[in-house]
Every structure is written in C-alpha cells, then in structure tokens.
C-alpha cells in the first residue's frame, strides 16, 4: 500500500528531474548557437575589413609578379562569379590548396569569403576566414587575398601564374611568385642569433636549408653556422659546416667567411690553420662583416698568429662592431679599456661596455663584469651584484660564469655559502675545461682532505693555462 502511495510522487520528481535536464541542454544549445552567430558575425567584419584593404592596395600585386587584367569592383558577386567559385573551393579542398601553397612558398592558403560563409551555414564551422602566414608573416590577408583573386580569376594573366586544378590540387612550378631567397635568409639570421626569448633556432635552420636549396649562399651560410653551434646545443656537424661555408665564402658570403675564419683558428672540423684563419677574418671583414672584424680586432690585439700588434686599429674595430649592435665587439672594446691597451685603464668605462654586451645576452661579458665587481677591477667591489652577473652568465652557459659562481660560493661571499652547490659547479666547469673551475675543484678536494684529486685538478688547470694552480 505505501508502494502504490509513493509511486506517483516518484514519477513526478523523474519528470521534474527530466523537465531540468531539458530545460539546462536547451539553455546550452541556445547559449552555442549564440557563441557561433558571434563568431560569424566577427568572421564576416574581418572580411570585409580585408575587403577594404584588398581594394585600396591593388597596386601591391606587381610585387609579386601578378598581372591581373582587371578587378571587380566588389566583391559581393553571385555565386557564378569565378572568384566566389575560387573560395568555395578553398573552404572544399583545403589540404589541396594548403599543399600547392606551400610548395609555391606563398602564405597563400584558406583565405575563405564571407559571402560562402554567408550563403553556405554548412561551411561555417568547418574553416573560419583566416589568413594563414605560413612563411612570411609579412603577407597580410589582403595581400593573400589579392593573390587568391588573381589566381582563380579569369582576368589574371596566364603568363603570370596559373590557378591550381580543382580536381587534382596541384599546380605547375611555374605558377610560384618569384621569392627572394636571400631574403628569407636574412629574415632567419635573428631567429638564429637574437636574444633567446626572440628565438627559434629550428626554424631559422628550416629557413636557411630551404633557402640555400633555392642556390641562396647567404642561406647555405646560416645553414652552416647552425651546424657549428647546433640547434639549441644539438646537431652539431662540422664537417658538413665547412663545405657549406668554404662554397658560400667563395661566394663572397662575407658572414661564411667570418665563420669559417673561425673553423681554422680553432681547428674545428678543420686542420688548424692561424695565417689562413685571419686571412678569412680579414676577408669578412673587408665585406662589412662584423664578426670577421671582431676576429681580425682580437689578433691585432694579441699580436697572434704573425698579426703585428695595432691597438689602435684594434680598438677601432671592435668599436665598429659594438656599434653596429654586435655585443662581441662591445666587449673586446671594454677589455681593451680594462687592460689599458693603447689607451687610459678606465674601469668605468669597460664596465659600462661589458654590460651592454651583458644585456644583449655575451655570456662571457657577464662573467667579466662579475670578475670585475668581485674583486674590485678599476670599479668599486660589489660581490651581490658579482654575483648576480656570474649567475646570469653561468645561465647563458658560460663555463668562467659558473666558475666565478662557484667561487663566491665556496666562502659564502655575496651568497649563502653552499660548498655542494660549489663543488659540483667547479668539477662541471672543469669538464669543459674551464681553467679556473679546475683550480677551484682542486682547492675543494684540499679542504676535503682529498689529496690525490685535488692533484688531479691542479695538474689540469695548469695544462689549461692556470698559473697559479702550477704552483700546488
């Protein structure tokens, strides 16, 4: 009897419970449908926007090699009208078109019309207008748009392109837009070289290859130096660096040569070679290559490789190339400040130089500056603000960084003391044969009552030129 009484006040609350649930999915469908007119709406004013754009930068198109015979003066045709059948194809066959587009090198790809997405809903979710930058981000929507009306308008000149078949998606090689290769390779050397929140070494390394496919040198130049270096530390190839950059140097690249000066002064990948090495220093830099300028500057400072010492010409090499923006050259011309080379010792004056080199990320600069500040070279000591330089550059991957960090943490000067942290940067640092890392570790391995290895290191550090650890 209570069964039967309950029954009915059961069947209403499930009926309630359904009638909410109803209610919450019909306020959601309401609340998407809502959402997608909004993203329609903001997707036809971009449209139009570029519509705008597109018909006051008609002149543009020379540019790219395009002879349309004529525009339209709007774009808001019938469906019959070729260019409205050029979009709907985008938005039809957009792995086709995306293909042909990135074969051609053109960031000409699903440039969609607002009248498609206007007449055909169904369209709508599928490909937003959008103009996709994939190679050049200077391209804009007008611009790509522009290029898609020439292409697949019957008034755009055969001899100028040739729009690609509906049905296979391809298109003839000689329907690309002429590219300036040199260019893209130029356009790739900061993503390279720039500051680190500015770069993206793989793709600099995807442009230089691309580019130097298309017989661009200054391309095969940047592919070389990336495969010095590596991206970000890895894929390292020297021997393919010096093929590439022997052909671009003898192609009057004057940043091969530069780099490839280096090769021979280090001997990497290459048999040793000082005289030639300046030679191509002095090549690069004739070519108004900073970096072969910094080179040929530090051996006319050092007197090195049968170079005569010239202060003078040294001095104004190196400050040149600081300012043309080369941080390197910064710092040779604050050393030559510090030391006195030619000119007063003004330990002001170098500081200033070395953080300037400092900020645009010379980790080597860092550390001179930290060394400076720790031990009060020319400028008053200032071990907390050492070492936050020693910090910086150990983080930029300098060994003598980390060395002098390691140093102001072994005694706990301008930082807590951490004798761990201290040992284990020293004995990293010597690794990379970094000197003074070696002569620290040894000083460590001392105090630990560790004898044998702290002969070990001393030894090493003499042999790379620490003094001092000779005399243990």
């Known amino acids: ?226 495969y010095i270096a590596g991206v970000d530390g890895t894929g390292k190839d020297a021997t393919k660096a010096g093929q590439l950059l022997g052909k671009a140097c003898e192609s009057k690249v004057a940043r091969a040569c530069s780099a490839l000066a280096r090769m021979y002064l280090g001997g990497v990948g290459v048999e040793k070679n000082g005289l030639k090495g300046i030679e191509l220093a002095r090549t690069a830099c004739d070519g108004g290559e900073p970096r072969g300028c910094v080179t040929y500057a530090r051996a006319l400072l050092a007197g090195a490789n049968s170079v005569p010492k010239d202060y003078k010409q040294g001095l104004e090499l190196s400050k040149a190339a600081c300012e043309k923006g080369l941080a390197e050259g910064c710092e040779v011309e604050a050393d030559v400040h510090l030391d006195g080379l030619g000119v007063p010792r003004d330990g002001k004056v170098a500081q200033g130089l070395y953080a300037k080199a400092c900020e645009a990320e010379q980790a080597s600069a860092c550390a001179a500056i930290a060394v400076q500040l720790l031990f009060g070279k020319g400028v008053p000591k200032d071990p907390k603000l050492a070492v936050e330089h020693a910090t910086r550059a150990c983080d930029l991957e300098s060994q003598k960084g980390c060395a002098v960090l390691a140093g102001a943490l072994v005694d706990g000067v301008g930082i807590k003391q951490d004798t761990s942290r201290a040992r284990e940067l020293a004995e990293t640092t010597c690794s990379h044969d970094e000197a003074d890392g070696c002569a620290l570790a040894g000083w460590i391995a001392r105090r630990a009552g560790k004898s044998g290895d702290a002969a070990n290191y001393f030894k090493r550090a003499c042999t790379l030129g620490n003094a001092a650890a000779c005399k243990q």
């Not at 985008?90 to 960031?107: D, F, I, N, T």
């Not at 007008?142 to 001899?159: E, P």
């Not at 070494?201 to 580019?211: G, I, L, V, Y």
């Open 1 to 226: 009897m209570r069964l039967r009484l309950l029954l009915p006040r059961a069947a209403g609350s499930a009926r309630l419970r359904v009638g909410r649930r109803l209610e919450e999915s019909a306020d959601r469908d309401t609340e998407r449908v809502r959402q997608m007119r909004q993203g329609v709406d903001r997707e036809v004013h971009a449209a139009l926007d570029a519509r705008d754009v597109l018909e006051s930068e008609v002149d543009a198109l020379p540019e790219l090699g395009l002879r349309p015979a004529a525009l339209p003066p709007e774009l808001g045709n019938p469906p019959s009208h070729p260019v409205h059948d050029a979009f709907r194809f985008e938005l039809s066959h957009p792995r086709k078109v995306a293909k042909w587009a990135l074969s051609k090198h053109k960031a000409i790809v699903l440039v969609s019309y607002f009248e498609v997405i206007r007449e055909e809903p169904r369209m709508k979710n599928r490909h937003a207008i959008r103009a996709l930058p994939l190679r050049f981000p200077p391209l804009s929507v007008a611009l790509a748009a522009k290029v898609m009306l020439c292409l697949h308008s019957t008034g755009c000149s055969k001899s100028a392109t040739e729009a690609p078949d509906a049905s296979a998606g391809t298109a003839s090689a000689s329907a690309a837009p002429s590219v300036d290769w040199d260019a893209v390779a130029a356009r790739a050397l900061p993503l390279y070289d720039g500051l680190r929140k500015e770069r993206n070494q793989a793709e600099a390394q995807r442009m230089f290859r691309e580019a130097c496919e298309h017989h661009s040198q200054l391309g095969c130049a940047g592919l070389g130096v990336t």
